[in-house]
């Protein structure tokens, strides 16, 4: 049926072609018999003296102009409305504004988000109003360490580790809630994916201004026990008002017991917190886990005065243990000396500070990445898609290299995973296989996507590399994308030729402790993949080659080396990197291939269909349909005229005799 589509503008202007000659021919014969003025003076009276007649009755002629302006208008606006970065402009949004209205909540949510935008255009950022807008991709507000977790949308429990994810929901609910009554109310949320935040922000509508309520939420990364909720309230209006604060807390949590206590700190003369303790049942039959909960207590409400703000900082501090083998589960009165002891220390941390603290582990994550270019064919995978997964991920795995209660040794070890990894990754690419890029839009979906993803990795040659944690976790999808498997003694890129109809970016592949390898793949004017390698920092020399490795080693370094993309007989990689310049001298006469020879460029439908969304070229359907029929009715007045002139039978008004002439 594709093909079928894709042939049907062909023979369009095929037929187009053929009655344009045919046309051509006849009036050419017109012209002879009957002379050019004779002709032009039967083409005006024919066609264009009664059409013109016609419009000035029925229409008007300054009708017909401004018809004419919007239709050209339309059709050169069209094509820019299927881009990405015009989405503001496309008639959906349009659909959406009119569905939309915009009050003074509406806009003060708009006017809080915009910090945002531009990094939501580069897929940092992912923004989600609630309720969603028309035609709005719904993200689900995750925060995670690996250790603790919890959705920024009330009510959500937390969620503690079981397995490969942090899939156990508990009976607390931590999430702060803030309302004013009788208040119309706009909300919305932004995932930072970069700094691993969720801010979440309300406008309440008072009279002509706003009140402005932003919750930054997050997972301590380097303190994994920590959820924290900055809370920040502004007031604008010259009259105090007075907010309500709510935490569902502890909720039928069979056996649990909640004590009041009060510590002194650093910031503050007093600080009031509840510590709440239990056992939490295990579904899967793996027994009872003991939990030990500390939350900082929240005020029922609070009083702003006129134009000033009002900052909380509120922390939960959770420890919990599970039967270990060979290892006894730790007792209520271990972990409640633990947590106690994490909020005497959350208490003496500036809130500046703790953020930073977590902010910084999260980009150190991201400084290793992978990019591809933007595709407008329907359902392909785009990098909001490729990151917003690749954070969910992360959010479930600790991160053992950064966390405070990690011994030097035990970090040394984990490094060696991570550094020197042992033929990761075996498999076919993961960029093709929808199992793994599914939409993630509740906590089922989320469980499900991480020990999909965790256990093919693993499976495919990859499980040194994640006990690592999150940094093995993030290298191990990175070169899952682009089907890199790291052997004894070199790297290579296996993905098929004929895959490479995207441009791809994989950047900071660890290769060693103190190397960094780049790769690029770029689809030329021509259609055809070409490779760029090039080093971000290395500890000794490395050496390249393309498939077959029969051209001399080149030697990498900052400066991007370009590599063709062959294609061999039988199926080899496209590109191989190593140290050892011996061993890839050597590669020549291990890889056996009958034949060598540039990949063939790709088709140009396939590269049409990834830059436009369709295959109809760089302009729409819209466009071709309306050249198509102006040219029809073109064709079909002439044929008239044709007709009028030879086939009527009558003889014309204005003989050919009584033509008048200049002596």
């Not at 000659?21 to 032009?40: D, E, H, P, S």
């Not at 895959?499 to 690029?520: A, K, M, P, Q």
Request: aromatic share 10%.
């Amino acid at each position: 049926m594709i093909k079928i589509l894709v042939k049907i503008p062909r023979i369009l202007f095929f037929m187009l072609t053929t009655i344009l000659k045919l046309c051509r021919t006849i009036i050419f014969q017109m012209w002879l018999n009957n002379g050019a003025r004779n002709f032009y003076a039967s083409l005006s009276r024919q066609v264009f003296h009664p059409f013109q007649d016609w419009i000035k009755a029925h229409i008007g002629t300054k009708r017909v102009i401004i018809l004419c302006i919007v239709i050209l208008s339309l059709i050169f606006w069209w094509p820019f409305s299927r881009t990405r970065s015009s989405d503001l402009l496309s008639p959906q949004k349009w659909l959406s504004a009119t569905q939309r209205p915009l009050g003074v909540a509406e806009i003060c949510i708009d006017s809080k988000l915009e910090r945002f935008r531009k990094r939501a255009e580069g897929f940092d950022v992912m923004i989600n109003h609630l309720p969603n807008l028309a035609n709005e991709k719904p993200y689900l507000p995750f925060i995670g360490n690996g250790y603790i977790g919890v959705v920024l949308s009330s009510p959500s429990p937390l969620y503690l580790r079981q397995g490969r994810a942090l899939s156990v929901p508990l009976h607390f609910y931590p999430v702060v809630e803030v309302s004013l009554e009788q208040n119309h109310e706009a909300a919305a949320f932004a995932v930072d994916l970069v700094q691993g935040v969720v801010h979440r922000i309300q406008c309440f509508n008072l009279g002509e201004a706003c009140v402005v309520v932003e919750i930054v939420a997050y997972a301590h990364r380097r303190r994994p026990n920590f959820l924290v909720q900055e809370l920040r309230i502004h007031n604008p209006l010259e009259e105090k008002i007075l907010v309500e604060l709510r935490q569902v807390g502890v909720s039928e949590w069979p056996g649990a017991v909640t004590h009041l206590h009060k510590i002194n700190s650093g910031r503050a003369e007093e600080v009031e917190y509840t510590v709440t303790e239990g056992f939490l049942k295990i579904e899967s039959g793996a027994g009872n886990i003991s939990v030990v909960v500390a939350n900082l207590k929240l005020p029922d409400t609070v009083e702003i005065k006129s134009s000033s703000t009002w900052n909380f900082n509120m922390v939960t501090a959770v420890r919990y243990g599970t039967p270990d083998i060979g290892r006894p589960m730790p007792s209520l009165d271990e972990l409640r000396q633990q947590v106690n002891s994490d909020f005497a220390d959350a208490m003496n941390i500036e809130p500046k500070m703790l953020r930073r603290e977590h902010s910084n582990i999260w980009t150190a994550l991201w400084s290793s990445g992978f990019g591809i270019s933007y595709s407008l064919a329907s359902g392909a995978l785009n990098g909001d898609r490729i990151n917003s997964t690749m954070y969910y991920i992360l959010s479930n795995v600790p991160s053992p290299l950064f966390e405070l209660n990690h011994r030097q040794i035990e970090v040394s070890q984990l490094e060696q995973f991570l550094y020197y990894p042992d033929h990761c990754y075996e498999g076919h690419h993961t960029l093709q296989n929808v199992k793994m890029w599914k939409d993630i839009t509740n906590t089922d979906d989320l469980i499900v996507s991480v020990n999909t993803w965790l256990i093919t990795l693993e499976k495919q040659g990859c499980g040194k590399m994640l006990k690592a944690g999150a940094d093995g976790v993030l290298q191990a999808m990175i070169l899952s994308y682009g089907a890199f498997r790291f052997t004894n003694n070199h790297l290579e890129f296996g993905t098929h030729p004929s895959d490479l109809h995207r441009d791809y970016f994989f950047r900071r592949i660890n290769y060693g402790n103190d190397t960094h390898v780049n790769v690029s793949v770029k689809v030329g004017e021509d259609n055809r993949a070409v490779l760029y390698v090039s080093l971000d920092r290395s500890n000794r020399p490395y050496y390249a080659c393309d498939a077959g490795c029969v051209d001399s080693p080149s030697k990498l370094s900052r400066e991007v080396l370009t590599f063709p993309v062959k294609l061999t007989d039988p199926l080899t990689s496209i590109l191989y990197i190593t140290s050892d310049k011996e061993h890839m001298e050597e590669l020549k006469h291990a890889i056996h291939v009958k034949e060598i020879a540039e990949a063939p460029a790709h088709e140009h439908h396939v590269m049409v269909l990834h830059k436009h969304g369709h295959n109809w070229g760089g302009l729409p359907m819209l466009f071709w349909g309306t050249i198509a029929a102006l040219i029809l009715v073109f064709h079909l007045f002439l044929f008239k005229l044709v007709y009028n002139e030879y086939c009527s039978g009558v003889e014309p008004k204005y003989p050919k005799h009584s033509r008048g002439r200049y002596v």
